[in-house]
C-alpha cells in the first residue's frame, strides 16, 4: 500500500501541474517499469492464494462460495464507505474539487499536493485489498493488475469520471458484459469489454459538443 503515495511524491507531483499528456505518458511509463520490476521479483508464473473462507452457499440451483459473497460484501462496504467519504468529509470534498479544478481549489486553501497523496493512498488500499480478495478466485500474474486497471478505467468512462455513483453502475455493467461474453466466447471477452469505450466515447462527445454550442449560443 504505500507504493502507491511513494509514487505520487517522488515520480508525479514534480510534474504535477504540467500538461495532461505528458502526465499521461508518464502514467503509462511508471505502470510498465512497475511491471518489469513485478516480472523480476516474482517471476512469469501466476500465483493463488488460499482462500480467505471455504464455505459453499447454495441457492437452489446456484453454488456460490464464500470467497466470493465475501468479495461482493466488501465491495458494496467500500463503495458505501467511499460514497459517504466524497459526499459528507471535508477530505472527500476537498479531493472532488481539486479533480475538478486544481487552481480554483488552490485559490481556496486546499493543497492538491495533500489530496493527490490521499488520493494514491486510498488507490494502493483499495489495490491491496482487491489483491488479496481476488487471489483465492483467479490467478494473479505480475501483470494483472494492469488489465484490471483498464476495465476499471472503462467502468469509469462510462459513468463520467466525475459521478462517483456513476462511475459504480459503469463498473458494474462492464462486469456483466465481460461475464456475458466470457460465457459467449471466452477468446473475445477483452475485445467486447474494451470496444465498448468506442460507442461510448463517441456519444460523450458528441453530447459535450451540443452543450459546448448551447453555451455559445446563450454568450452570443
Not at 493543497?111 to 487471489?135: D, E, H, K
Not at 478466485?137 to 459521478?163: E, P
Request: proline letters at 4%; hydrophobic letters at 55%.
Amino acid at each position: 500500500m504505500p507504493i502507491g503515495p511513494l509514487i505520487e511524491r517522488i515520480a508525479l507531483r514534480p510534474i504535477a501541474d504540467a500538461s495532461v499528456l505528458l502526465l499521461l505518458i508518464v502514467s503509462v511509463a511508471l505502470t510498465f517499469g512497475l511491471s518489469g520490476l513485478g516480472l523480476l521479483f516474482f517471476g512469469a508464473e501466476g500465483f493463488r492464494t488460499k482462500p480467505l473462507a471455504s464455505e459453499i452457499f447454495r441457492f437452489g440451483s446456484v453454488i456460490v462460495s464464500a470467497q466470493t459473497v465475501l468479495m461482493v460484501a466488501t465491495a458494496a462496504i467500500f463503495s458505501l464507505l467511499l460514497f459517504l467519504f466524497f459526499d459528507h468529509t471535508l477530505a472527500g470534498k476537498a479531493l472532488r474539487a481539486t479533480s475538478i479544478n486544481r487552481i480554483g481549489a488552490r485559490i481556496v486553501g486546499i493543497r492538491p499536493a495533500n489530496t493527490a497523496t490521499l488520493a494514491f493512498t486510498l488507490a494502493s488500499l483499495l489495490g491491496a485489498v482487491s489483491g488479496v480478495l481476488i487471489g483465492p478466485v483467479a490467478t494473479l500474474y505480475y501483470d494483472s493488475g494492469f488489465i484490471i486497471g483498464l476495465k476499471a478505467f472503462v467502468g469509469a468512462i462510462i459513468g463520467g469520471l466525475l459521478s462517483y455513483p456513476g462511475t459504480a453502475i459503469g463498473a458494474i455493467a462492464v462486469g456483466e458484459l465481460e461475464s456475458f461474453a466470457s460465457f459467449w466466447n471466452s477468446a473475445l471477452k477483452e475485445v467486447v469489454v474494451f470496444g465498448l469505450l468506442i460507442p461510448v466515447l463517441l456519444w460523450r462527445s458528441l453530447s459535450l459538443g451540443q452543450v459546448d454550442e448551447e453555451d455559445a449560443e446563450v454568450e452570443g
